[in-house]
Structures are given as C-alpha cells and as structure tokens.
C-alpha cells in the first residue's frame, strides 16, 4: 500500500492529452515539493518534473506538472507512442522522515 | 556526464546477506546525498534508505530498519547497501539514485536481488 494514491493506469489517443493524479496529505503533498518520474518499459525511473511544475533538462514542454493542497497532477499534452510509460509521483514525507512514492500510473497510448 | 552503476545483485537464500555497491562519476560525490529505492517485480517503486554527502544524516523506511545499512565511502565515489537477515519480499530491482534536495535526479540501471531457495 503505496503513501501517495494514484490510478493504476490510464489511456488516450495519440495527439491527445491526459492528466495523472497523485493524492497524498498534509504530511507529505501538502507541505512539500512534489517529483514525477518516468519509467520506461525495462528502464530505470528518469526525472521529469521536480518542485511540482519545473521540467527537467531536456524534458519537452509537452509534459507539466501542478500541485494544489494536497494533491498533484502530470499532464501531457500531443500525446506520442513513446510516451507509454509507468509515471510515478514522489515527495518528501515530513512525519515519516522518508521519501515516498505512488504506486506508479501505466499510461497507454491507443 | 553523470553515471551511477549499481553491482552486488544475484540470488540468495532466505536468511542471507548480500552487499550492493554503486559506482558514481560525473559529479562531485561527495557533496550529493543519495538514496535507495526499490521495485518488485510488477510494483511500485519504494524507497529504501538515504544518507547524506557526509555521511552524517542517514534514513530508512521503517519497514526495514535493524536489516539493512547504508554506507559511502566519498573517496571511493561509491554507495553502498548492505542488506542482511534476507526475505522473499525483498525480492526487487534495487537502485540508487542522486538526491538534490529530495529530487532523485539520477538513477542508476538497476541491480537485481532475487531471495529464493
């Protein structure tokens, strides 16, 4: 049982844009900054947002990220095959002293 | 260029100890901490442990501590994790992973643990 929830898996069109949620509380969303990761199929776990909006080097303006209370959101836009992925929300948990992850989203790109 | 390179992965038996290392270069190491995270197979990703560019500040997720120890050695540029007192759960990929402020923003390729009999 993951900290921070997220769906297990949603889907979209090619061109289209979809958005993964990421629900957490007070302790860990609410009062830090929140990470989303990218994990290729049979790849490690990449960066892609950091401190809940700001992309990472060479990561396109396709993908955003937005945090409000205690829930975050990915979006991306012009969706692409390459884009089929497992995401991954991560914080900071300030009453468990340590790092925490959602159960991972497997984006599926029709 | 930033390179993290995890070694000390294989098979093991319930009860058993096995010490993962990782390789850095590209970045001055020791100013950096890093962490441990985990990935069974099909889950989610779970953090493991972090330590700090000194040293001095080390973490652990609660379901593990008293099994497993983080260490560094900063003269070395390499991390490592020394996991004792084995399960079945802790059956994963193990990575480590660069922290800048809570960010993991370099992942090593991963190193696999299977504890099986």
């Known amino acids: 049982q993951s900290v921070l929830t997220q769906p297990p898996s949603v889907s979209a069109a090619p061109g289209q844009k979809v958005t993964i949620s990421c629900s957490g509380n007070?302790?860990?969303?609410?009062?830090?900054?929140v990470s989303w990761y990218q994990q290729l199929p049979g790849t490690a776990p990449k960066l892609l947002i950091y401190d809940n909006n700001k992309r990472a080097s060479g990561i396109p303006d396709r993908f955003s990220g937005s945090k409000s209370g205690t829930s975050a959101t990915l979006g991306i836009t012009g969706l692409q095959t390459g884009d089929e992925a497992d995401y991954h929300c991560?914080?900071?948990?300030?009453?468990?002293?340590?790092?925490?992850f959602g159960g991972g989203t497997k984006l599926i790109v029709l | 260029e930033v390179q993290l390179v995890e070694s000390g992965g294989g098979l093991v038996k319930p009860g058993g100890s096995l010490r993962l290392s990782c390789a850095v270069s590209?970045?001055?190491?020791?100013?950096?901490?890093m962490n441990w995270v985990r990935q069974a197979p099909g889950k989610g990703l779970e953090w493991v442990s972090s330590i700090s560019g000194s040293g001095i500040y080390i973490y652990y997720a609660d379901s593990l501590k008293g099994r497993f120890i983080i260490s560094r050695d900063n003269a070395k540029n390499s991390l490592y994790l020394q996991m004792n007192s084995l399960r079945a759960e802790d059956t994963a990929v193990y990575y480590c992973a660069r922290d800048t402020v809570r960010v993991l923003d370099y992942w090593g390729q991963g190193s696999l643990v299977t504890v099986s009999s």
């Open positions: 590209g970045f001055s190491f020791s100013t950096y901490g």
């Open positions: 991560g914080t900071w948990d300030s009453s468990l002293s340590a790092v925490v």
């Open positions: 007070s302790s860990n969303i609410g009062n830090n900054f």
